[in-house]
T-cell receptor
Framework: GDSVTQMEGPVTLSEEAFLTINCTYTATGYPSLFWYVQYPGEGLQLLLKATKADDKGSNKGFEATYRKETTSFHLEKGSVQVSDSAVYFCALSPFTGGGNKLTFGTGTQLKVEL | SQTIHQWPATLVQPVGSPLSLECTVEGTSNPNLYWYRQAAGRGLQLLFYSVGIGQISSEVPQNLSASRPQDRQFILSSKKLLLSDSGFYLC??????????????FGSGTRLTVV
């Protein structure tokens, strides 16, 4: 079945450091890929997405590129801020149609310190 | 624009008591809806999904059930709660506000503590 593997956390960085959170996936066909962010005590917010190979999703300084050859969708940010502290989830959906189940990674907690 | 609402935000219930969590979506019709649970320190587990009124698919056998009595309403229930039912419950709609492409929108969640 479909699966998503994320790097273990927590990841602790100093403000303005470069961030990479690795995400790899296993899926048949051509899934859509997502990064969601969960701030403390809140629900999940869509951060960015990519629906086909080589697409780059970007939002709020975060980027991720859909790499089919390496089945990866790594999240990057050039300069993190304290406000970026949250849990980040990588996820995939098997199709771009309806009734598709979103499969999540286990989440990676990011802590950004001054 | 489409929105998803979930309530209550927080709930403390004794073991053996019933549960009812509600999720509604506004601004769209015939949405695909999902219930997820996030146990403490863990990832998200899909519990149920529904592609229409009265259509429920269960992913994991457990102490919970779901119903879709109206097109834009999705309810998560239990007759008798267990301690292991504690967690953060999230409802999701397969869509994005404003039709901004493909994706899923989540409600703000219900934190359930069974005591």
């Amino acid at each position: 079945g479909d699966s998503v593997t994320q790097m273990e956390g927590p990841v602790t960085l100093s403000e303005e450091a470069f961030l990479t959170i690795n995400c790899t996936y296993t899926a048949t066909g051509y899934p859509s890929l997502f990064w969601y962010v969960q701030y403390p005590g809140e629900g999940l917010q869509l951060l960015l997405k990519a629906t086909k190979a080589d697409d780059k999703g970007s939002n709020k300084g975060f980027e991720a590129t859909y790499r089919k050859e390496t089945t990866s969708f790594h999240l990057e940010k050039g300069s993190v801020q304290v406000s970026d502290s949250a849990v980040y989830f990588c996820a995939l959906s098997p199709f771009t149609g309806g009734g598709n189940k979103l499969t999540f990674g286990t989440g990676t907690q990011l802590k950004v310190e001054l | 624009s489409q929105t998803i609402h979930q309530w209550p935000a927080t709930l403390v219930q004794p073991v053996g008591s019933p549960l009812s969590l509600e999720c509604t979506v506004e601004g769209t019709s015939n949405p695909n809806l999902y219930w997820y649970r996030q146990a403490a320190g863990r990832g998200l587990q899909l519990l149920f999904y529904s592609v229409g009124i009265g259509q429920i698919s269960s992913e994991v056998p457990q102490n919970l059930s779901a119903s879709r009595p109206q097109d834009r309403q999705f309810i998560l229930s239990s007759k008798k709660l267990l301690l292991s039912d504690s967690g953060f419950y999230l409802c999701a709609w397969e869509g994005l506000p404003g039709g901004s492409g493909y994706g899923y929108t989540f409600g703000s969640g219900t934190r359930l503590t069974v005591v």
